[in-house]
């Protein structure tokens, strides 16, 4: 493929939240050929590789060193190269430098991927002052110079997996003996959020999508979200959020502040953002499209995330208009396992009414009677999701608490984990 086309080659380094293939080829339409680079130690890379094989080249690492890999690639001779893995981050800006390719520099990949050095990057330009300590080597007295209530998270990661809110004594040292012993972990003060801003149905938290291109940085839109499950899982999305316009301006102004306090400047960035009474906080920003952010931002608007993402890789100039115009409200509604803790699932109920409910386009279930499900195990514990459109805010308010009332997971056990 690479010798008989004339079009740029794109490596896609691949691995755990990527997008899928199909979509990757759906966006980068005829303005390249891919080149997928996974190692198949990686589970998720082993389970998708051949289905990659009819969408591009294939560039296997597997059991390469350092060296090797860069070799294995370069062998291809890309003109580009991007990854939608957080996981994969590192190394693909390793092999960017490696190759004279575009993408983050390594030093601004160690802070988009190390909660610690982030927030100290933050501390350091007067973006935010969150107090937070790493746990290790000594948890008691970290969670002590924070200060309750506070969160426990791992230092690298995504999802919200293994995090945990500590409110009491009781709860830190259940927490504490309960921890991974092989994950890193941070914790922080917990950022109260305010209710008020988005609206009581509505999530206390948003995130801003960004594009970072040779001409500058592009602020695409603000992405709304519905209520946390406990005890941190996302439950969906929706565009347009529902901030005023003067709140809107005020995330966009804290995230361009702390896009910069990173260095940002190429890819895709996906920023969450704490609404609380003193105005917005910075959660995290992440190095690549946010999960789930390039499907809804694509059915609400035309504005493809993975495209842009692609575009820049290259070094091509942005395709299209990237201003959002949205007609009424787009939402994806999570499936969350219940705030109990989730256990055994031993079957759905409702399956079929989801469908026929009003605002509801499309239902994807991939929930599996006999598979533990564990809330801990964060946003991609859930069950499926609802996709759909509303006319305004309250008819997808009436829409989602449908939803609620109609989908019903059956569990018969409980795991035995902590439920902070």
Request: glycine share 10%.
């Amino acid at each position: 493929m690479t010798t008989a086309s004339r079009r740029p080659l794109l490596a896609v380094v691949y691995d755990t939240g990527s997008a899928s293939g199909a979509t990757i080829r759906a966006a980068a339409g005829r303005s390249c050929d891919l080149l997928f680079v996974g190692d198949r130690n990686r589970p998720q890379v082993a389970e998708a590789w051949a289905g990659l094989a009819p969408l591009g080249a294939l560039c296997d690492v597997t059991g390469l060193d350092d060296a090797e890999r860069v070799r294995a690639v370069a062998e291809h001779r890309p003109a580009g190269i991007v990854t939608f893995s957080e996981y994969q981050l590192a190394e693909t800006a390793r092999l960017a430098e490696a190759l004279g390719l575009r993408g983050h520099a390594p030093q601004t990949v160690a802070l988009l991927t190390d909660k610690i050095a982030q927030r100290g990057a933050f501390a350091a330009a007067g973006v935010d002052t969150i107090r937070f300590r790493p746990l290790s080597p000594d948890p008691r007295a970290a969670i002590e110079a924070v200060g309750l209530p506070a969160v426990v998270k791992p230092r690298r990661g995504a999802g919200s997996k293994d995090t945990f809110r500590l409110t009491t004594a009781q709860e830190t040292e259940a927490v504490l003996g309960a921890l991974p012993h092989d994950t890193e972990f941070v914790v922080e003060e917990l950022l109260q959020g305010d209710p008020g801003v988005a609206g009581a149905f509505f999530g206390d938290y948003v995130s801003v999508e960004s594009v970072h291109t040779g001409t500058g940085s592009r602020q695409v839109c603000v992405t709304g979200k519905f209520r946390l499950a406990e005890p941190f899982r996302e439950t969906g999305m929706l565009l347009p959020c529902s901030l005023s316009a003067a709140d809107q301006d005020a995330v966009l102004a804290v995230d361009a502040a702390a896009v910069k306090a990173l260095g940002v400047t190429s890819g895709v960035t996906h920023t969450e953002i704490k609404l609380t009474p003193d105005g917005p906080r910075v959660i995290e920003v992440n190095g690549r499209v946010g999960g789930y952010v390039p499907e809804i931002l694509k059915r609400a608007a035309g504005v493809n995330l993975i495209r842009l993402a692609i575009d820049d890789a290259l070094g091509l100039p942005v395709r299209g208009d990237l201003t959002p115009r949205f007609h009424g409200v787009t939402y994806q509604y999570f499936l969350a396992v219940p705030d109990d803790g989730g256990g055994t699932l031993s079957a759905v109920e409702g399956v079929d009414e989801l469908a026929a409910l009003p605002g509801v386009d499309h239902v994807e279930v991939h929930a599996a009677p006999g598979r533990t499900y564990d809330r801990q195990d964060g946003t991609q514990s859930h069950l499926g999701v609802v996709y759909g459109h509303a006319p305004d805010h309250a008819a997808l308010e009436a829409t989602v608490t449908s939803i609620d009332a109609t989908f019903r997971p059956v569990f018969r056990s409980q795991p035995d984990r902590p439920t902070t």
